[in-house]
């Protein structure tokens, strides 16, 4: 009840949810709170959350924040919902988000941007800006969101919040709609590290409806939340701290070195000499991929569908044309060329390519170190408008993230510090499968 009171008089001024379930919400926390007077209650029963609308929930709107989906109601949840729904989770509703997750600042999203509650007329990031907005705006205690290329890690930094993007295959992708499916996974975000711990206990795990799940023994989060960082090896990769930071976000990203510091940890310089590379071969691989996926959205099965076609053919082109926003656009036809013949090798191929060097360079890395340190974005908040006309400078707020998913690695953006009033994040990348470390490292900072 608390929650939904604050959505009622916040939301407005936020638009950071498309869809409130209150009222599901409060026969589920009525539910819980049953199930807790029973002595059945888990760690998170009663505890509500809000899911990103790229989630299927049965019986509510799934948009993904499309026009094409703006009527889909799924018949069913994503592995994901269902398992909070398992842990005794209320839904208080679905958060807005960039079109298909395509954005780096929730301005594409159909239902308008989200704005940033630290500063209304400045972004909240992307793509998943709404979940950080109702965690940072305090209208949800945790949210879910999706990271293609940093699309959990950029809008936490952005808004003050943490966000863990999981090893590839922890995180079911089933329900989840596809935007590049080799480097979406889904995750947590919430107000500290300890909490995304306990959420990814109940997210992570095997399921063999998603054929990239990996099998792996169930394993606590949150074990090493108090484990001393002292004698931990950080490493700071050079290309991190070259030039196109902000003078702000360096000095909290230096701070957060010292603090480290004076805990014992040490610090050595790493090469990852391909990362200048990561952006250009992300934004052919992630428009390959989803030029493929949105291909499912043809006016015919579900979603938007155009008036009075006249035959099949302008059934799909009107349909499509009607139904998807221009960055969509863009990127379905920037990866159907990268894709057609004759262009396969030299676009396609040489992203693939360049994306083994890019997971070959942090591999030569966590040969000496534990974990890697750096910003997650290179700016803090910036204003609704500012990139919208250029795509690069838009694409480039992704440069320190992008090169995480091409490996496939974990990695987390925690609340480090302020620059001028406004939320910077710093980034920890772990080893595949380390994310019980990052959290206790990011916890050792909060
Ligand atoms: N900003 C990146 C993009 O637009 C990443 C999005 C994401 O991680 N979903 O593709």
Sequence with gaps: AHYLRRIETLDDALNAYVTVTGEQAMEAARAADEARAQGHAGPLTGVPIAHKD?????????????????????PYDATVVARFKAAGCPILGKTNMDEFAMGSSNETSYYGPVKNPWDTERVPGGSSGGSAAVVAGRLAPGATGTDTGGSIRQPAALNGVTGIKPTYGRVSRWGMIAFASSLDQGGPMARTAEDCALMLNVMAGFDHRDSTSIQRPDEDFTRHMNTPVKGLRIGLPKQFFGEGMDAGVARVVDEAIAHYKGLGAEFVEVDLPHSDLSVAAYYVVAPAECSSNLARFDGVRY????????????????????????????????????????????????????????AEDFASAFKEVDVILGPTAPSTAFRLGEKTNDPVTMY?????????????????????????????????????????RLLGVAHQYQ
């Excluded at 790229?54 to 799924?74: V, Y």
């Design 54 to 74: 790229i989630f299927c929930t049965e019986g509510t709107r799934t948009s993904c924040g499309s026009k094409m989906l703006d009527n889909f109601i799924a």
């Design 396 to 436: 480039l707020s992704d440069i320190y993230t992008i090169a995480v998913n091409l490996a496939g690695l974990p990695a987390l953006s925690l609340p480090a510090g302020f620059s001028d009033g406004l939320p910077v994040g710093l980034q920890l990348i772990g080893n595949y499968f380390d994310e019980a």
């Design 303 to 358: 979603g938007y569908r155009c008036e009075d076609p006249k035959d099949l053919l302008d059934l799909y082109m009107r349909s499509r044309g009607e139904g998807f926003g221009p960055e969509v656009k863009r990127r379905i036809m920037v990866g159907t060329y990268a894709l057609s013949a004759g262009y396969f090798d030299a676009y396609y191929l040489k992203a693939q390519k360049i994306r083994r060097l890019i």
